[in-house]
C-alpha cells in the first residue's frame, strides 16, 4: 500500500471524511462488508438459499465501487478548488480529460444502482454493471493522482538557471566595483595583505565563513545545528584574538581604553573576551523572546530583571545624548526632547510588560502603554528635526545642514536606538536583557575597529566576528529558519485584533529587526572608523550566502527535508539579503563620503 492511501483507507474504515487534500486511493481489497451489507446478505442466503458466493461477489463490489465513488468525489472537488487559486494547476486537455473519465465512471454508477434495484434476481447484470464502473473510478483515480504529481514534481529548471545566473553576474559586478573604489584608496604604505601574526585567525575565519556560507547550505544537518556552528566561530575567533592583543600589550606597553582621563581603564585584549561572554550568556541564559509573560516561565522576564535592564538602557540613552550634543554645533533643545521621549517610551515598556505579567485587561491600560511605546520614539525623532530645520535656518550662513544633520554618527546612534525600543514592544519583555547583551557586544567591536598597528584586527576578521555575531543574536532571541516558528504574538502587542498591515510590520521587524540593527550599527563602526571594507566584506558574505542558498534549493529540489528544511532557510536568507541591500542604499545615500572617496 502506497503511503498516500494509508490516510483516505484509515479515513473510510473510521466513517468520517477523507482530508481535502489528500490525494490517496482508498484500498478496497482490505474493506470489511459493513453490517447493513452483511445483514442483507443473510437476508438473501436465507430467502434463496444460494450458498455459491454470487451474492457476496456482489455485495462486496458494491461496497467498493461505492468507497471509490466517494473518493473520486473528494480528489475531483480538491483538483476544482486549487485550480480556483492556481490556473495552471490544470491545463485545458488534463481537465477535459479527467471530467470525461469521471462522468463515464458516475454513469456507469448510476446504471449498476438502477439495475440492482429493478433486476432484483439478477445478479450477474449488476455485477458486470458494478465492475465496470470499479475500473472506471479506479482509472479515474490513477490519472488524478498522476496529474497532481506532474504538477506539483515539476520544477522551472530554465527558472533556477537564469537566477543563479542573474545573482552571479551581479556578485562578478559588485566585486569589479569593490576592487575599482578600494584598491586605488589604499595608502601606499600599507600592505593591503595581514602580516605573519595575524594570519592564524584568518585562515580560521575563512575557513568558518565558508563552512556557514557554503558547506551549511547543502546539508540539513548543517542547518539544523546553526546556531551552534555560529557559536563555535564566535568562540575561536575571540580566542584566537585574544593572546595576540595580549602579547602586544605585554610588547609595546598597555594601550588602555578609556573615555575620560582618571577613569577605569580596560585593555584592548579583553575586548575578544567581553563578545564571546555577551554571546554566551545570551544564548544560554535569556529565553522567552515572543512569548506571553503572564505564563511567568523564564526569568528573563521578571520584573526586576527587566526593570534593571531598562534603567540599563536608559543610562545608555543618556550617554547617547551627550554624545549628540557634545559632537554636534547647536541643538540642544532638539536632543533633550527627544531624549525624553525615549525615556517616557521605555518607561511605557515597563508598564505595559507589567499588565501583561499579572494578566490584568489589556482592553483600558496595556495596549494604551504598548501604543505609547511606539508613538514617542517616533515624535521625539519628529521634535528633534523640527527644533534642528528651526535653528538651521537662523544659522545656515554659519554651519552647513548636513554637518548638523549627523555629525560623526552621533545621531545615527540615538536612531538606532529609537528602533531598538519598537524592536523591544514587539519582542517582549525578555528582550531588555538581549538588547543590553546586544550593546555588550558592539562595544567592543567598536573599540577593535578602532585599533591600529600590530593591535590592529583585520577587516575581513572583523566582518565575520560581526555577521557572527548578528546570526547569534537572531538564534539568541528565539527565532530559527522555520515558517512555523515565527513568534506570531508580536502582531497583537497593541491590539487584540489583527490588522493586516501593522500586524505584517510588527512581525517582519520582530523577525528581522535584530539583522537590520546589526547592520545600521556595522554600517555606523564602518563609517566611524573609516573602515569601509568592513562594511563591504559584510555585503559579499550575504551575496555569497544568497548565490549558494539558490544553488542549494535547485540541486536539492527533491530532498526528502526540501520543504521543511531547505526551502524555509532559503526564503529567510532571501528575506535577509534584500533587507541587507536597502540598508546598503540607506548607508550609500546618507554617508556617501565613507564609500565614494
Known amino acids: 500500500m502506497n503511503q498516500i492511501d494509508l490516510v483516505s483507507t484509515i479515513s473510510y474504515l473510521l466513517g468520517i471524511p477523507i482530508p481535502f487534500s489528500n490525494l490517496g486511493t482508498v484500498a478496497v481489497d482490505i474493506l470489511p462488508l459493513p453490517p447493513s451489507a452483511l445483514a442483507a446478505l443473510d437476508e438473501k442466503i436465507s430467502s434463496k438459499g444460494d450458498l455459491s458466493g454470487d451474492v457476496t461477489k456482489l455485495l462486496r463490489i458494491e461496497h467498493s465501487v461505492t468507497a471509490l465513488a466517494i473518493n473520486s468525489a473528494q480528489v475531483w472537488n480538491y483538483f476544482q478548488k486549487y485550480s480556483l487559486v492556481s490556473p495552471l494547476f490544470l491545463s485545458k486537455q488534463n481537465n477535459e480529460k479527467l471530467t470525461l473519465m469521471l462522468n463515464k465512471a458516475t454513469e456507469s454508477f448510476s446504471t449498476a444502482i438502477r439495475n440492482s434495484i429493478h433486476d432484483n434476481g439478477n445478479e450477474q447484470n449488476c ?153 554566551r550568556i545570551h544564548e544560554l541564559f535569556v529565553f522567552g523572546h515572543g512569548l506571553d509573560p503572564s505564563l511567568k516561565l523564564y526569568s528573563a522576564q521578571n520584573p526586576i530583571v527587566f526593570v534593571m535592564s531598562s534603567f540599563a538602557l536608559m543610562f545608555i540613552r543618556l550617554r547617547l545624548f551627550a554624545d549628540a550634543h557634545s559632537k554636534s554645533k547647536y541643538g540642544w533643545s532638539g536632543a533633550m526632547l527627544s531624549f525624553q521621549c525615549d525615556v517616557l517610551a521605555i518607561l511605557f515598556l515597563c508598564a505595559s510588560w507589567r499588565y501583561k505579567r499579572k494578566g490584568i485587561d ?109 546570526r547569534q543574536t537572531f538564534f539568541a532571541t528565539g527565532h530559527s529558519c522555520s515558517l512555523g516558528e515565527l513568534q506570531l504574538s508580536s502582531a497583537f502587542v497593541a491590539t487584540k485584533t489583527f490588522y493586516f498591515i501593522p500586524a505584517g510590520l510588527s512581525l517582519f521587524l520582530n523577525s528581522f ?85
Not at 382 to 407: G, H, N, P, T
Not at 549 to 556: E, F, K, R
Not at 557 to 576: E, G, K, Q
Request: glycine content about 4%; charged content about 15%; overall charge neutral.
Open 362 to 470: 489589556f482592553d483600558e491600560s496595556g495596549f494604551v502603554f504598548a501604543r505609547c511605546a511606539f508613538l514617542f520614539p517616533l515624535l521625539g525623532y519628529i521634535l528633534e528635526r523640527i527644533s534642528w530645520l528651526l535653528q538651521s535656518s537662523l544659522l545656515k550662513a554659519y554651519f552647513r545642514f548636513s554637518d548638523v544633520f549627523d555629525v560623526e554618527g552621533a545621531q545615527t546612534h540615538v536612531n538606532i536606538f529609537r528602533i531598538v525600543i519598537i524592536l523591544m514592544n514587539v519582542t517582549g519583555p525578555s528582550s531588555a536583557i538581549s538588547v543590553v547583551l546586544v550593546f555588550m557586544q558592539v562595544w567592543p567591536l567598536y573599540y577593535l575597529a578602532e585599533l591600529c598597528g600590530s593591535r590592529k584586527v583585520p577587516s575581513f576578521v572583523l566582518s565575520i566576528l560581526w555577521k557572527s555575531c548578528i
Open 127 to 279: 455485477f458486470v454493471e458494478y465492475e465496470r464502473a470499479y475500473h472506471r473510478f479506479s482509472d479515474f483515480l490513477s490519472t488524478a493522482t498522476d496529474v497532481g504529481r506532474q504538477a506539483w514534481s515539476e520544477f522551472n529548471i530554465f527558472g533556477m538557471f537564469l537566477g543563479i545566473s542573474i545573482i552571479c553576474l551581479a556578485l562578478a559586478v559588485s566585486v569589479v566595483l569593490w576592487f575599482y573604489i578600494y584598491i586605488p584608496s589604499f595608502n601606499s604604505r600599507v600592505s593591503p595583505f595581514p602580516d605573519c601574526r595575524k594570519i592564524t585567525e584568518c585562515v580560521a575565519a575563512a575557513i568558518f565563513i565558508m563552512l556557514q556560507i557554503v558547506l551549511l547550505t547543502f546539508s540539513n544537518s548543517y542547518i539544523d545545528c546553526e546556531q551552534s556552528i555560529v557559536m563555535f566561530t564566535i568562540s575561536c575567533l575571540c580566542i584566537l584574538i585574544f593572546p595576540r592583543l595580549r602579547f602586544a600589550d605585554t610588547q609595546f606597553g598597555n594601550m588602555s581604553v578609556s573615555n575620560e582621563p582618571g577613569k577605569i581603564t580596560l585593555s584592548p585584549s579583553w575586548f575578544p573576551v567581553s563578545i564571546l561572554v555577551a554571546s
Open 513 to 597: 529587526g535584530w539583522d537590520i540593527i546589526g547592520w545600521l550599527l556595522c554600517l555606523a563602526s564602518a563609517k566611524a572608523t573609516r573602515r569601509r571594507d568592513i562594511w563591504q566584506w559584510l555585503g559579499l558574505f550575504y551575496f555569497l550566502e544568497l548565490l549558494f542558498n539558490t544553488v542549494s534549493v535547485s540541486v536539492m529540489r527533491r530532498h526528502l527535508m526540501m520543504w521543511a528544511t531547505f526551502a524555509p532557510h532559503f526564503i529567510f536568507t532571501s528575506v535577509l539579503f534584500v533587507t541587507f541591500v536597502v540598508t546598503w542604499f540607506y548607508g550609500i545615500l546618507n554617508w556617501p563620503k565613507p564609500f565614494l572617496a
